[in-house]
């Protein structure tokens, strides 16, 4: 019989498999993150072809679409575990991305567009979550090596995020929005073909069967059917909401607004249901706890590091000096010095989490990711300054944003490599692919929020700039703090994984 774990190769002792993972990733995020670089100058642009829409309606649209591309991680997950596997998802999840920037490639109506907007939000939603667990299931022995993967896996991500930002960007800034769109296809295609000709191969059979069917009892069942309740119940407190006129779905903000609500509500019930419905035992209930927990941290990361297609994109865009060298370099390249630090620092933290494993030093998941929300906050402290200068009438030079950057890519290596590995650890394997979607749903809030973040800045009141940095400051220095005093206790919850 055929071994499901696929075998190491002998320089670096990690599986061939990791790397055929890493390219068909590399090439999804060169699509997701170039067509999102240019997305929010597409929409408020007025004179290239562009939506021409204020400020508050272009950043709603792009939170809420950031967001969707998160949020359906959660359904993509349950969609593999229970349906087709993670192979599957992850092909047809591919094929779904390209088809949506095949539509946003050809100039047409607004409805069209966001038609596309929404094929490419379903696609990534059912390869994202997926293809996160493939690289946990390539080391079943967990530890310190699958951490290392997770981060080798991360350059991948970010590789890609470089390339296509570069490339998407120059073309749709310099050249024409739609060729900045098409090229986001062509890149996606290119992960199809890498995960076509060597998956087979260097997979095994990992990731071929639903979860379900490895684990099918009465307990899945009956939970399957407490799930379609909670959804239906979801289903009505929201239409209630609505007729009562606390949601407001008729603007663009409105609808961004519901959805960070929406999000919020599943997110919340769906860690309730496994906890009630799941047939968890105590050692996984508290696990479970703890991924919550892991959750909220990320949600308030991204919801800082994420300002950078929003309200940092505003900023390089209209506040910074973009001359270099007598040359008007695209706005959008500065979304490029997040990666590009990513492909620089992560093998160093990489290499640092197996030197202090080997030697007993503890430097506990929580510690790492309340690290990361303080490394965050001192990241906007930076732009606090940068926003007074702006305010004065001058452009600000790109050394302020290159040490924010610096800083909160610092801060995104303690936490999202090790939140992508901790959840494919301490998820009940049952559950792993819809916890794995649900890593994605704190992104998905973060998302959103840094789209709303970025519909405050208001043109004719650019005083209040400074003020809306520092809400950031102190929304994360408090919530480091306060996981760093508790990091204690959850690393007891985790039960002795790593």
């Avoid at 732009?383 to 944003?401: C, D, H, N, Q, W």
Wanted: glycine share 12%.
């Amino acid at each position: 019989m055929e071994s499901t774990v696929a075998k190491p190769i002998t320089r670096t002792g990690h599986p061939t498999g990791l790397y055929v993972l890493f390219f068909t990733e590399m090439w999804e995020r060169f699509s997701y993150y170039g067509m999102r670089a240019i997305l929010l100058l597409f929409l408020l642009d007025n004179v290239r072809g562009g939506m021409g829409l204020t400020a508050s309606e272009g950043a709603a649209i792009y939170g809420i679409y950031t967001a969707s591309v998160y949020l359906l991680s959660l359904p993509g997950g349950w969609v593999a575990d229970n349906l087709i596997g993670q192979r599957k998802s992850i092909w047809y999840g591919g094929i779904i991305i390209m088809l949506g920037h095949i539509i946003l490639a050809f100039p047409a109506s607004q409805s069209l567009f966001f038609l596309g907007l929404t094929v490419v939000a379903l696609g990534t939603g059912l390869l994202k979550p997926n293809i996160s667990t493939l690289v946990g299931e390539l080391y079943p022995e967990g530890g310190a090596r699958r951490d290392a993967a997770f981060s080798i896996f991360y350059m991948g991500i970010n590789i890609g995020s470089f390339l296509g930002i570069t490339v998407v960007g120059y073309l749709g800034q310099k050249v024409g929005w739609h060729y900045g769109f098409g090229a986001a296809a062509v890149g996606m295609g290119l992960g199809l073909i890498t995960f076509w000709l060597l998956g087979q191969k260097h997979l095994s059979q990992i990731g071929n069967e639903p979860r379900k069917s490895e684990t099918a009892d009465a307990t899945a069942a009956g939970g399957n059917k407490s799930l379609l309740v909670f959804l239906a119940g979801l289903v009505a407190v929201f239409v209630v909401l609505q007729l009562t006129g606390v949601l407001d779905l008729t603007t663009a903000q409105g609808l961004a607004k519901a959805m960070g609500a929406i999000i919020s509500l599943v997110a919340i019930s769906y860690f309730v249901y496994i906890l009630v419905a799941g047939g968890l035992d105590s050692v996984e209930k508290k696990r479970v706890v703890v991924l919550f927990v892991f959750l909220l941290a990320s949600a308030a990361y991204w919801a800082g590091n994420e300002q950078q297609g929003s309200s940092l994109q505003i900023f390089a865009d209209r506040y910074t000096d973009l001359t270099l060298f007598g040359w008007q370099m695209p706005s959008s390249w500065f979304q490029n010095l997040n990666p590009a630090f990513i492909v620089i620092f992560s093998p160093v933290l990489a290499s640092l989490w197996v030197y202090l494993a080997n030697r007993k030093v503890n430097y506990s998941v929580p510690a790492k990711m309340a690290t990361s929300l303080l490394l965050l906050g001192l990241a906007y402290i930076i732009m606090v300054f940068a926003a007074k200068i702006a305010v004065s009438g001058e452009r600000t030079s790109p050394i302020y944003l290159g040490g924010t950057y610096l800083l909160f890519t610092l801060a995104e290596l303690f936490l999202s490599p090790v939140g992508l590995s901790s959840f494919s650890k301490l998820a009940p394997k049952r559950y792993a692919s819809q916890l794995m979607g649900l890593w994605f749903v704190g992104t998905s809030l973060g998302n959103l929020v840094a789209g709303l973040f970025a519909g405050g800045f208001d043109e004719e009141n650019v005083a209040q700039m400074p003020q809306l940095f520092l809400s950031v400051v102190y929304f994360s220095l408090g919530f480091g703090a306060l996981l760093l005093l508790f990091s204690g206790k959850l690393k007891k919850w985790m039960g002795g994984i790593e």
